[in-house]
């Protein structure tokens, strides 16, 4: 992907014919089963304290995945995505469909979302956040819910060209790995220090501390902002990787806040608000020296 402001080259060449993206069926079949995979580990922790029968647990397993699979078969059954010249037409639903007009000057932001279970796989889902009021303000659009990687940019060269930008990243430095560290696991300590108190056996716990000390790498890792002439871009992990693309003329405010310590190794955390759309996204322990 490059960046580029073509905010008007892009109409012509769009003009010519309209750009089509359907979801393929064994995709939802797949996001179905990531969606159930959660309901796997649920179901695994309470028969084990409650010692439920292997027979009984492999029948809520199976029934609990024909479910998801039946409902998200039924909510974005032949999701399709039509690109027309100035806007992007939603189509999706087996017995109720519903069709939905994006126009391209409304949107403000696009987010690609990886789970945690659809990364490894190589899928990622699609919102885009756009200009709204009443109950419809800050709320994000799916517009794919879920396809390959590899046809990610396929779909910002057919679909939002307007978007389809290079960027280079610039990640959290390994001087701040310590302090991010700390103040995660210094709190997760205490909870679970906590629940030891009420809590039989609840010192098991801190089994859990080295599980968390590998995922707040991860997370650390995926850390990233750019800062470009026309766009923003954040990335950024609680469980899912979301990576935020913003049209720096939607932006409200850009800014910096820092802690005494972080002042000291020179790095800060950032946020941008996005104008009209009550809605603001952060990335910390970043380099301080990021043109603004």
């Not at 695994?44 to 304290?49: E, G, N, P, T």
């Not at 292997?54 to 999701?79: A, G, H, P, Q």
């Not at 390994?174 to 709190?187: D, I, M, P, Y």
């Not at 501390?209 to 590998?214: D, G, M, N």
Request: proline share 3%; hydrophobic share 45%.
């Amino acid at each position: 992907m490059r960046e580029i402001n073509n905010k008007d080259g892009n109409e012509n060449q769009v003009q010519e014919c309209a750009k089509e993206f359907t979801t393929p069926l064994k995709d939802l079949f797949m996001m179905a089963t990531m969606y159930s995979s959660i309901l796997v580990l649920l179901f695994i922790i309470v028969s084990v304290y409650f010692k439920i029968e292997d027979r009984v647990i492999f029948i809520m397993l199976f029934v609990s995945w024909i479910i998801c699979v039946v409902v998200t078969i039924i909510k974005y059954y032949n999701f399709t995505v039509i690109r027309d010249t100035n806007d992007i037409k939603l189509s999706y639903g087996l017995f109720h469909k519903k069709e939905m007009v994006i126009p391209i000057k409304g949107i403000q932001s696009l987010i690609i979302v990886e789970g945690i279970i659809k990364k490894p796989l190589g899928y990622f889902s699609l919102k885009v956040e756009t200009i709204g009021c009443g109950k419809n303000k800050g709320k994000s659009k799916m517009i794919c819910p879920i396809a390959k990687s590899k046809v990610l940019n396929k779909f910002f060269e057919e679909i939002l060209p307007e978007m389809n930008i290079t960027y280079d990243l610039r990640n959290s430095p390994e001087k701040a790995l310590n302090g991010f560290l700390l103040f995660r696991l210094l709190k997760e300590a205490m909870i679970i220090g906590l629940i030891t108190i009420f809590i039989p056996y609840g010192y098991y716990g801190f089994l859990l501390i080295p599980i968390l000390l590998f995922w707040h790498n991860i997370r650390f890792k995926d850390n990233g902002l750019y800062y470009g002439k026309h766009f923003v871009v954040m990335r950024f992990r609680k469980l899912d990787r979301k990576t935020v693309i913003i049209h720096k003329d939607c932006i409200q405010s850009f800014e910096k806040e820092q802690n005494v310590l972080q002042k000291r190794k020179a790095i800060a955390k950032y946020k941008v608000t996005i104008a009209g759309a009550c809605k603001s996204y952060k990335v910390g322990y970043i380099s301080e020296n990021i043109s603004c």
